[in-house]
């Protein structure tokens, strides 16, 4: 796995709430980060400090207002967020309320037409790890708050990218 | 006041309201279809040639719809704050401007300004823009819904704008496509007066054929095609209430690569739509204000004043008496705790709203003339039936938001129905009211096939510009539209207020 560095990456936003409209909020502010192949790695700040924006930025959700994003040695700081292949698990799991669990987990593989014959195996695998795999039919609203998550997490290991981040990833994990 | 006589009071006035709706909204408006019973109807190779043209159009203007519609939606819906308001009122202006006026305008711009002849094609180019409106607001409601974070994280596992849009956004928002399609193709199949002003003798469609078959006094053929303009919105009706309960889509096939490719296209819709907006509604819209500013001289005399008296006063008869029946009905859809009669009464009202007035108010006059009441009577029935729905809609939706335990706070306190009434529900439904007062006039002022196919001597404001247009006195007709588009917009600027403080 390739590393990542981010050089420089600064954000700000324009607020847009009525007392104080058209003010400049620095979210982040010159940070130089360097992950390695590999690794875990866990951000640690207090709420609002801008983790989840330093996040966002590395997936493409977001575009910095300055500094430079490297992947593996080449600059993605302008690449489009489906060419990055980096699997992100939202704070709200965000896991299509149409599609049951299985179509949520397999999602990434075939947009990306990666779903060929013998790939239910390694869905199959995936969701016994995360323990649903006697869940494969249920739709989002029928799982709890720990279910949604594990399937949020099945969802962005399925496509084997060189990267996943989660926000606040262990929050309704239940250690048995 | 006790509880006891309380509570046959307000069954009582249930009994009346839905007695109401059923004995003067309802039967009358679907009398009609006994004739296909009794088979007293007739079917002529004039009226097919008339049904197929209606539904050509009607077809045409949701596809034209469907594209460009969906694609103003979603652009309102992603647009900055700042030009949502501007933009937000310009969607809503073909609504309130009473077609009538629409009509001579997109005449003149299309038929004077490009030589553009009167037919199918006129037609379709007039339809589009009053129903434009109707696709955006339902399919824009229907993308508000949707979790912006859906496409963040389809985006992250690779899919492409398009694939994101068809198997992300399209089965979420499918509901407002659905009724925004629905509310497009019915209501280009109800228009009248403004089809009038731009169809041929060949092209005719067919409310404007029962139209001149009600002149005519050929009472067969008309009923035959409002049998069939009827039962036509019963089935689309159907078919929607159908396909909107069908909760889960097919999405298994995707073509990845073949959706990347599109991606430049896509992206190129912006200024696709911007065009279309531009070139094909806004400027057909306003043009009769060019017309007029060009061409103008003062021409208001006496038959115009007594068209704008007879109009505005049955605008606000029908609304006030609407609104007195309107409250206690919303009341009862909202409030009934058994969720199958509340929804029997809903799609009552969803069918008379679909019904094409033509053939609505064909029917109502066959229905009341047995009793020989007078002309202006008739009329206001008439109007009272297309308007009534658009009265009950928005209270019903008001006050299913209000929790009931606020009522239930006010009883505990000691309030009996009447203070509940007067100092809970009618402060926190009075925007929706107004809004639906709102709309009922302005609806009311804009009909004219109803008006047509119930009344011979009474001329309102459409009807009148109808005559006008036929007469060719373009500047009288020019004249009026101007002073319903200053109308329309002050009325489109009470809406917006309303809509706010709510």
């Given at each position: 796995m390739p590393n990542i560095e981010l050089r420089n990456i600064s954000k700000t936003f324009t607020s847009i709430s009525e007392d104080s409209r058209g003010k400049i909020i620095t979210a982040l502010d010159n940070v130089n980060?360097?992950?390695?192949?590999?690794?875990?790695?866990?951000?640690?700040?207090?709420?609002?400090?801008?983790?989840?924006?330093?996040?966002?930025?590395?997936?493409?959700?977001?575009?910095?207002?300055?500094?430079?994003?490297?992947?593996?040695?080449?600059?993605?700081?302008n690449a489009e967020t489906q060419k990055r292949n980096i699997g992100f698990v939202f704070q709200n799991y965000s896991l299509f309320p149409h599609m049951d669990v299985w179509h949520n987990v397999s999602y990434g593989l075939m947009v990306r037409g990666k779903y060929k014959k013998g790939k239910e195996n390694e869905i199959h695998d995936i969701l016994k790890m995360v323990k649903l795999d006697d869940r494969t039919t249920a739709y989002p609203k029928e799982l709890s708050g720990g279910m949604q998550q594990r399937v949020a997490v099945a969802r962005a290991i399925a496509t084997k990218s060189q990267l996943c981040f989660s926000t606040n990833p262990w929050a309704h994990w239940m250690p048995e | 006041m006790n509880h006891g006589y309380e509570k046959h009071f307000s069954n009582i006035v249930y009994l009346v309201t839905i007695s109401f709706f059923i004995f003067i909204i309802f039967l009358p408006a679907v009398y009609v279809l006994t004739f296909a019973i009794g088979g007293n109807f007739l079917l002529s190779d004039q009226l097919i040639n008339a049904l197929y043209v209606s539904f050509f159009v009607s077809l045409s203007v949701t596809v034209i719809n469907l594209i460009f519609g969906t694609s103003f939606a979603w652009i309102f819906v992603k647009m900055d704050k700042k030009y949502k308001n501007w933009f937000d009122n310009l969607i809503d202006l073909p609504l309130m401007i009473p077609t009538a006026a629409l009509g001579l305008s997109v005449y003149l711009f299309w038929g004077e300004f490009w030589s553009v002849g009167k037919g199918i094609s006129m037609i379709i180019l007039l339809h589009v823009i009053f129903t434009l409106p109707y696709m955006v607001r339902s399919v824009s409601a229907s993308l508000e819904q949707i979790n912006t974070t859906y496409n963040e994280a389809a985006s992250t596992l690779g899919a492409s704008i398009l694939t994101i849009f068809r198997t992300i956004d399209l089965p979420l928002f499918k509901d407002g496509v659905v009724v925004g399609s629905v509310l497009t193709f019915t209501r280009s199949l109800s228009e009248t007066g403004a089809t009038m002003m731009v169809a041929s003798a060949l092209t005719m469609t067919a409310p404007v054929y029962v139209v001149n078959l009600k002149k005519e006094g050929n009472i067969p053929e008309a009923a035959a095609a409002s049998i069939i303009l009827i039962l036509s919105a019963l089935a689309i009706l159907a078919a929607a209430k159908y396909i909107t309960r069908q909760k889960h889509f097919n999405f298994s096939t995707f073509y990845p690569r073949f959706e990347y490719s599109l991606t430049d296209l896509w992206k190129a819709r912006n200024i696709m739509s911007a065009l279309f907006l531009v070139l094909f509604i806004i400027i057909p819209t306003f043009y009769i204000i060019l017309y007029n500013f060009v061409n103008f001289r003062p021409v208001f005399n006496m038959i115009m004043l007594e068209a704008f008296i007879v109009s505005f006063g049955l605008a606000a008869i029908v609304t006030a008496v609407g609104l007195i029946f309107a409250i206690p009905m919303a009341y009862f859809i909202a409030r009934t705790r058994n969720e199958k009669i509340s929804a029997f009464f809903e799609n009552l009202h969803d069918i008379v709203l679909l019904v094409p007035t033509s053939a609505l108010g064909f029917s109502l006059g066959l229905f009341w003339n047995k009793l020989n009441l007078s002309e202006y009577l008739v009329l206001i029935l008439s109007h009272l039936s297309f308007t009534f729905p658009l009265l009950v809609k928005p209270l019903a939706a008001s006050i299913k938001n209000i929790e009931y335990g606020i009522e239930e706070s006010a009883m505990t306190l000691g309030a009996n129905h009447k203070q509940i009434l007067t100092t809970i529900l009618f402060p926190l439904i009075m925007p929706a009211a107004i809004a639906g007062s709102i709309m009922a006039f302005t609806r009311s002022i804009s009909e004219t096939g109803a008006t047509l196919a119930v009344s011979k001597n009474i001329k309102t404001i459409p009807v009148l510009i109808v005559d006008l247009v036929d007469q060719n006195k373009m500047f009288e007709a020019g004249f009026i539209c101007l002073l319903l588009f200053i109308m329309s917009f002050i009325f489109l600027l009470l809406l917006k207020r309303t809509r706010s403080d709510n």
């Open positions: 980060l360097k992950i390695k192949k590999n690794t875990y790695n866990t951000l640690l700040g207090p709420s609002g400090c801008g983790k989840t924006t330093l996040l966002r930025i590395i997936a493409g959700l977001e575009k910095p207002t300055d500094g430079k994003i490297y992947f593996g040695g080449s600059d993605i700081t | -």
